[in-house]
């Protein structure tokens, strides 16, 4: 089971609280602190939407640029060994290296 909504490009991870008897959200990959909570599932996604449509509506107001999910570009450094083992092990599969990569990295962040 996976504790993730989604909802607009936007993820939250999902915990329960047992001793308040309620689940908890929080968006993922901004740096502001934007966070719901509800003691439904049902209750959990529309409040969940809700704070997305605040989040996206507060930034408009204040004149900022709401954060959007990654633009797909990754840049960083491995050990020099890694890299030629990686390297190889795309061209063995028939894949580019960043084909490959996404490939391994895609299975690993499920």
Request: glycine share 10%.
């Amino acid at each position: 089971m996976t504790n993730t909504m989604t909802y607009k490009g936007y993820s939250a991870r999902i915990e329960y609280d047992d001793e308040d008897g309620i689940f908890t959200g929080r968006l993922a990959g901004i740096s502001d602190g934007v966070g719901f909570h509800a003691d439904t599932v049902e209750a959990l996604r529309d409040a969940f939407h809700e704070a997305v449509e605040d989040y996206v509506e507060t930034c408009a107001k204040v004149g900022k640029e709401p954060q959007k999910a990654f633009s797909g570009q990754v840049m960083f450094r491995v050990d020099p060994e890694v890299h030629r083992k990686a390297a190889l092990a795309a061209e063995l599969s028939g894949k580019s290296l960043n084909q490959w990569a996404e490939e391994v990295l895609g299975r690993a962040a499920e």
